[in-house]
C-alpha cells in the first residue's frame, strides 16, 4: 500500500495495525472471517470507479461492457453455488438484502413473524429498534425455556395466531440446523412467504454440511463475508416466480448503483466456494466447534441449546460468576477475540448481558483444527475462573501469539 502510506500514513497505519491485530489474535466472532488475497484484489480493484444502475443487459449508464459480464458469471457461480433459480447480487450487505425481500412481498403494518433478537435472532427479524419492527407488525418466536432449543409446535401457533404474511427462519447465534422442511409446512399453513436468512450458513450449506434451504424457501437472503468467506456483502435467492419482484425490490426500490468491486469479489469468492477444498473447509468449521463445544462444556462452561451443529455457539456465562462483558474483555487482553452476547430470559441489560458468542469459521481459515480447540478451552476456563488476573492474562496472550505464528493466515485457500 504504498500510495496510501505516502499519502495518508495515519489511516495506513490503522490498517497496518489492524493486519497485524488480526494475525496475531485467536479471532472467535461468528460472523467474522479471513478473505483470500485474490478476494482481496478484486475488492480493492478500479471496479469502484464504474456506476451501473440497473441489470445486465438493462442499464441505465453506457461502458458496461465488462460489468455485465462480471455481474453475470458472479449469479451463475451462486446459482450453482446453491441450485437456486434466480440470485440478485447487488444487495450492498445483509441488512439492505433483508429489507429488499419486505419491500418485495409486504406492506408496511402487514405482519412478519421472526426470531426474537435476544434469543438468537437478527436485527433485521422484527427488532422494534430496527426498521423491521418498526414499519411492520412484527411478532417474534424464541427458544422453549425448558431445552433451549426452536419449538415448532410454538412457531406453528404463533403463525396461525397471527397470520403472518412472511415467516422468518434465520439467525445469528442459534447453535442448531434448522429444519426447513417444518418452516415450509407452517409457512404453507396459513399461506405465508417462507423467508430464511442464512447470513450466518451460508458457507456451511454451500460446503454442503448444513442442510439447505433453497429447496423449500420462496426466498433467502444471505451475507457473503461470514462463513461464505467472501468480501463484505449480500445476496437474495429466490424461486423464478419472485425474481422480478425482488430484482425490482433491490433496485430501484432500496439501492442506487451497486458496488461493482464488490460484485467481482462475490464472484472470486463463489469460485472458492465452488472447489472441493472448501468442502473440507466446512466440514472443518463442524469438526472444530463440536470440538470447542466438548471441551468447553468439560470445564463446566453452560452452553445454550447443550452443543453446537454449525459454526457458533452461545456460552451463559451465569453460572461462573462472570459477566459477558467482563469475560469478553478479559478474552481480549489475552488475545482472543469475541462479542458479549445476550442468553435467553438474560436478566442483564444488552449492552452488558450474561453470554458471550463464539465461532470457528476464522480460526479454521488459519487452519486451527481439534487439538488448537482444546487449547481454547482451556485458556477461556483459566479466564473465567480469574478474570481479573492481568498476569495470568499476559501470560496466555503470550501462549496465544506464538500459536498464531506457527499457524499464519494464509493468502490462498484454494
Ligand atoms: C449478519 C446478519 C445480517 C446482516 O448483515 P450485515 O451485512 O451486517 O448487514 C442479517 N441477518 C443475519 C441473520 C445476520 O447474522
Not at 469475541?338 to 469459521?361: E, H, L, M, Q, W
Amino acid at each position: 500500500m504504498s500510495f496510501l502510506s505516502q499519502f495518508d500514513p495515519q489511516i495506513a497505519e490503522l490498517i497496518k495495525n489492524e493486519e497485524d491485530r488480526q494475525n496475531n489474535k485467536i479471532r472467535l466472532i461468528a460472523s467474522e472471517n479471513y478473505v483470500s488475497e485474490a478476494v482481496m484484489e478484486a475488492t480493492g480493484s478500479i471496479l469502484t470507479n464504474k456506476y451501473s444502475e440497473g441489470y445486465s443487459g438493462k442499464r441505465y449508464y453506457e461502458g458496461q461492457q465488462m460489468i455485465d459480464q462480471i455481474e453475470t458469471i458472479a449469479i451463475e457461480r451462486a446459482k450453482k453455488l446453491f441450485g437456486a433459480d434466480h440470485v440478485n447480487v447487488q444487495p450492498y450487505s445483509g441488512s439492505p438484502a433483508n429489507l429488499a425481500v419486505y419491500l418485495a412481498f409486504i406492506n408496511p403494518g402487514e405482519t412478519i413473524l421472526g426470531m426474537a433478537l435476544p434469543h438468537g435472532g437478527h436485527l433485521t427479524h422484527g427488532s422494534k429498534v430496527s426498521i423491521s419492527g418498526k414499519y411492520f407488525n412484527a411478532v417474534s418466536y424464541g427458544l422453549d425455556e425448558s431445552t433451549g432449543l426452536l419449538n415448532y409446535d410454538t412457531i406453528r401457533s404463533l403463525a396461525l395466531e397471527h397470520n403472518p404474511k412472511i415467516i422468518v427462519a434465520g439467525h445469528s447465534a442459534y447453535s442448531r440446523q434448522l429444519d426447513f422442511k417444518k418452516f415450509r409446512e407452517i409457512a404453507d399453513e396459513c399461506g405465508a412467504i417462507l423467508f430464511v436468512d442464512m447470513a450466518h450458513f451460508a458457507g456451511l450449506v454451500a460446503g454442503g454440511v448444513h442442510p439447505s434451504p433453497v429447496p423449500y424457501a420462496d426466498v433467502i437472503t444471505t451475507t457473503t463475508h461470514k462463513t461464505l468467506r467472501g468480501p463484505r456483502g449480500g445476496m437474495i435467492l429466490c424461486k423464478a416466480e419472485h425474481a422480478a419482484a425482488i430484482d425490482k425490490a433491490v433496485f430501484p426500490g432500496c439501492q442506487g448503483g451497486p458496488h461493482n468491486h464488490t460484485t467481482a469479489a462475490i464472484a472470486v469468492a463463489l469460485k472458492e466456494a465452488l472447489d472441493p477444498a472448501f468442502k473440507e473447509y466446512a466440514s472443518q468449521i463442524i469438526k472444530n466447534a463440536a470440538a470447542l463445544a466438548d471441551e468447553l462444556a468439560a470445564n463446566g462452561f453452560n452452553l445454550v441449546t447443550g452443543g453446537t451443529e454449525n459454526h457458533l455457539m452461545l456460552i451463559d456465562l451465569r453460572n461462573k460468576g462472570v459477566t459477558g462483558k467482563q469475560m469478553a474483555k478479559a478474552m481480549d487482553k489475552a488475545g482472543i477475540v469475541c462479542n458479549y452476547n445476550s442468553v435467553p430470559n438474560d436478566d442483564r441489560k444488552p449492552f452488558d448481558p450474561s453470554g458471550i458468542r463464539i465461532g470457528t469459521a476464522s480460526v479454521t481459515t488459519r487452519g486451527f483444527q481439534e487439538e488448537e480447540m482444546k487449547k481454547i478451552a482451556g485458556w477461556m476456563t483459566k479466564i473465567a475462573m480469574d478474570h481479573d488476573n492481568e498476569e495470568l492474562l499476559l501470560t496466555i496472550e503470550k501462549e496465544v501469539r506464538a500459536l498464531c505464528d506457527s499457524l499464519p493466515v494464509p493468502k490462498v485457500f484454494v
